[in-house]
């Protein structure tokens, strides 16, 4: 289906006219109880138990009764211009296109390169997040990848950091991983430091975004950092901690220490093997009593999931899906897991990590980004900076170069 602006479906960029959501079951993530919401000017305007009429010619009505409606996602883990590459270029993966997000319930997106920082370059991810930013979505990414050196925009971390406005961090830096750079203490240290000090300098998140692979090190390296730095822990944020029992153990020890871990919600048609689903994962955090505010969950979209066997060669090969994500947050919901209890992994502790202050919740003032869902948890709307994206379960507007996203 085409957007509303012509063929290509790109966003105008005139101001978004008033909407006023009336009847929904409001989670901001905390539960509020059935109320309207107006957005005006791409925010948030007002959250009441009933909003005075406006007239027709100033506000668009919708009525949301029998809808949950729920902070956008936030997504701090996807590989907006494709992934893989490990066994030749033809297992290069294709980009992410705008309704490829969208679909998942995705308002915010954060951008990574992961193992090939030859072929594919900070530059081209910038390039990408604000082509995203341009069709309607807020984005960022990180400067770097799997390796070290790590490859930069303008030869420094802190400078990224400070001059280019959509790098918040470094990431994802392969730690306990074949593909990695088999990075020292000292290395893994020298990183951290240029990225929270630039992130001071620019008022931006400045973390390190760990890739953690299946090795036995694990999390050491991040232990030790934290026991000989100053630096806050904050700094580190591991993900696919999931990916076997083990780490997951180990993730849930770091948390005590104040850094936040990141679950992947792999897809479901993956052997699980020693890994836990993201669904399990978030289960078993909350049935242990870890902190709920400690954890976030990304899908690792466009990213290449392969299987290696003992010589490192590609046996099998997946890719990951942003969808899995809203996936997981609805079965949780067919679990008996209460929305308030989970939405948080996937909004306002992601927005509260990344210092997005204005995202992740609903609020008077916060951006304009939500999500309605129906009585089953799955995605009947999505609205991103105060736009409808997706409108009675069909996509309203698609990427400049997508042939259908219905």
Known sequence: MAGSS???????????????????????????????????????AAIAPELPAL???????????????????????????GGGGEAGPSTRVPPITLSQ???????????????????RT??????????????????????GSYELPVPTLTGSVRRDLVFVDPIIGVGELALSDHRSSQPTLDELLR??????????MAGKAGIVHLHMGDGLRGLDLVRRA????????????????????????????????????????????????????AADAIDRWIAQGLPVSRLTCSSDGAGCMPVFDGHGHICA??????????????????????LAEVLPIFTVNVAD??????????????????????????????IARGRWLIQGGQTVVCGPFERSAS
């Open 317 to 338: 090969m997946d890719v990951g899906r942003p969808t899995t994500l809203s996936d997981t947050l609805t079965e949780l919901l067919a679990r008996g897991r209460d």
């Open 122 to 143: 900070v530059a081209d991810l910038v390039a990408r997040t604000l082509g995203l930013r341009d069709e309607g979505l807020s984005a960022w990414c990180y400067t």
């Open 6 to 44: 012509g063929a290509s479906g790109h966003v105008p960029s005139a101001s978004p006219p008033l909407l006023l959501l009336r009847g929904a079951e409001v989670f901001a993530p905390a539960a509020l109880g059935v109320c309207d919401v107006l957005l005006a000017g791409g925010k948030i």
């Open 226 to 277: 934290l026991d000989v730095s100053e630096l806050p822990p904050r700094v580190f944020h591991p993900t696919h901690v999931n990916r076997n029992r083990r780490l997951f153990i180990e993730a849930g020890e770091l948390v005590a220490r104040g850094c936040s871990v990141d679950v992947t919600a792999f897809p479901p048609e993956d052997d699980p093997g020693d890994s836990l689903y």
């Open 191 to 200: 990183v951290a430091a240029d990225v929270h000090v630039g992130g001071m």
């Open 101 to 119: 997000l969208t679909r998942a319930g995705i308002t915010s997106v954060v951008g990574v390169l992961g193992t090939d920082g030859t072929t």
């Open 353 to 382: 990590l990344l210092r997005l202050g204005h995202k992740g919740r609903l609020a008077a003032g916060a951006d304009a980004d939500l999500v309605a869902l129906d009585d089953h948890g799955h995605i009947a709307g999505v």
């Open 55 to 81: 007239p027709p010619e100033l506000a668009a009505v919708h009525d949301l009764r029998g809808h949950r409606l729920i902070p956008g996602l936030i997504d701090a883990h996807v590989h907006l211009i």
